[in-house]
C-alpha cells in the first residue's frame, strides 16, 4: 500500500499521548492525594526510562549481530525495532507498575539520581535556553525583524521542559532549604509570557503569508496552553500539578478530531488559499478549478 504520511505519523503521536497522559492521572481523577499522584508518576517516569534502555541495549546488541548476516537478514531490522520498542519495553514497564497505590500517599522517597538531575542538569539548561531565547528575543525588539519559524520550537520545547522539571521538584520545594524552588518557579512562568509573545508573533506572520498548516495549528494551542500553565500557578499557592497531564490530555484529545481539529483547519486554510490562488488567475469557475484562458498575441 501507499506509505503512510506526515499526518497519519501525527494522529499517531496524538493519540499514544492521550493514552499516556489518560494513564498518568486517571487512577487519581477522584482523589486529592497530591503527593500519591507524584509518587505514582515518578515510578512510571523512571520505570520508563530503565524500560528504554533495557530495550535500547537488546536492539543495539541483536542488531550488532545481524550486522555479520546483513545480506541475508536486512529486513529483519525494522522488526526488531518494533519487537524492542512494543513488546519487550512495553513488558518490562508494566512489570514495574505501582502494586498498592494507596500507599503511594504516604511516601516520601525522593532518589537521589532524580535530584542531581532536575537541580543540576535541567535547571540550568532550561535557564540557559531561557536567557538564549530573551537574547534573541532583544535582537529582534532592536532591529526590528520578524523572529524566525524555528523559535516558536525552541519556546515550546523551553516551556514544556521547564515545566516538566518543576514537577519534578514539586516535592522537594516543601523542605526548608528549597525554598528557592519556588522563587524560581514563580521567576519561569513571569519569563514565559514575552517568549510566548514572540512566539504568537512568528506564528502569525507565517499563517498570514502561508496559511494554517498542521504544525502552525499545533504550535498555537501549545502557546495557549503554556500561557494558561503559567498563569494557573502564578496566581495560586495551593495549585494542583495534576491539572498539567488532565489540561493537556483535553487538549491532545480536542484538537485531533472534529471541524476544530488541526487537520480538519489545516486543509480548509490550504484549500481557501488553493481556490484563492486559482480564483486570482481566472482559474475558477462556480465550485471547480478550470483551465486557463489562454492570452492572446
Known amino acids: 500500500g501507499d506509505a503512510p504520511t506526515e499526518n497519519f505519523y501525527m494522529t499517531y503521536a496524538q493519540w499514544a499521548l492521550v493514552f499516556h497522559l489518560l494513564a498518568a492521572f486517571s487512577p487519581f481523577v477522584t482523589?486529592?492525594?497530591?503527593?500519591?499522584?507524584?509518587?505514582?508518576?515518578r515510578s512510571l517516569?523512571?520505570?520508563?526510562?530503565?524500560?528504554?534502555?533495557?530495550?535500547?541495549?537488546?536492539?543495539?546488541?541483536?542488531?550488532?549481530?545481524?550486522?555479520?548476516?546483513?545480506?541475508?537478514?536486512?529486513?529483519?531490522?525494522?522488526?526488531?525495532?518494533?519487537?524492542?520498542?512494543?513488546?519487550l519495553q512495553t513488558w518490562h514497564f508494566l512489570a514495574g507498575m505501582p502494586p498498592d497505590l494507596?500507599?503511594?500517599?504516604?511516601?516520601?522517597?525522593?532518589?537521589?539520581a532524580l535530584k542531581v538531575f532536575t537541580q543540576y542538569l535541567l535547571v540550568p539548561l532550561v535557564t540557559l535556553y531561557t536567557l538564549i531565547l530573551y537574547l534573541y528575543l532583544g535582537k529582534v525588539l532592536l532591529h526590528r525583524n520578524w523572529p524566525r519559524g524555528i523559535v516558536t520550537w525552541l519556546v515550546s520545547f523551553v516551556a514544556l521542559a521547564g515545566v516538566f522539571n518543576l514537577l519534578l521538584?514539586?516535592?522537594?520545594?516543601?523542605?526548608?532549604?528549597?525554598?528557592?524552588?519556588?522563587?524560581?518557579?514563580?521567576?519561569?512562568?513571569?519569563?514565559?509570557?514575552?517568549?510566548?509573545?514572540?512566539?504568537f508573533a512568528s506564528v502569525g506572520q507565517r499563517v498570514g503569508q502561508y496559511g494554517i498548516t498542521e504544525q502552525r495549528y499545533f504550535v498555537s494551542v501549545l502557546g495557549l496552553w503554556i500561557l494558561g500553565i503559567a498563569l494557573y500557578f502564578l496566581t495560586g499557592k495551593a495549585r494542583s500539578i495534576k491539572t498539567v497531564p488532565m489540561t493537556l490530555f483535553i487538549?491532545?484529545?480536542?484538537?485531533?478530531?472534529?471541524?476544530?481539529?488541526?487537520?480538519?483547519?489545516?486543509?480548509?486554510?490550504?484549500?481557501?488559499?488553493?481556490?484563492?490562488?486559482?480564483?486570482?488567475?481566472?482559474?475558477w469557475s462556480g465550485t471547480k478549478a478550470v483551465k486557463a484562458v489562454k492570452a492572446g498575441p
Open 31 to 41: 482523589r486529592g492525594e497530591e503527593n500519591g499522584f507524584w509518587q505514582f508518576n
Open 45 to 87: 517516569f523512571l520505570r520508563f526510562c530503565l524500560s528504554a534502555l533495557y530495550a535500547g541495549v537488546f536492539y543495539v546488541g541483536l542488531a550488532l549481530a545481524l550486522t555479520a548476516v546483513q545480506h541475508l537478514l536486512d529486513v529483519l531490522y525494522f522488526d526488531l525495532w518494533v519487537f524492542s520498542v512494543f513488546v
Open 102 to 112: 494507596r500507599k503511594l500517599e504516604r511516601e516520601d522517597f525522593y532518589p537521589k
Open 169 to 199: 521538584l514539586r516535592p522537594a520545594e516543601s523542605k526548608k532549604e528549597n525554598a528557592w524552588i519556588r522563587t524560581y518557579a514563580k521567576a519561569f512562568y513571569l519569563a514565559l509570557f514575552p517568549l510566548v509573545g514572540m512566539l
Open 251 to 283: 487538549l491532545t484529545l480536542a484538537t485531533s478530531l472534529g471541524p476544530w481539529g488541526a487537520y480538519t483547519v489545516s486543509r480548509h486554510s490550504q484549500m481557501g488559499r488553493l481556490k484563492g490562488y486559482f480564483e486570482k488567475n481566472g482559474m
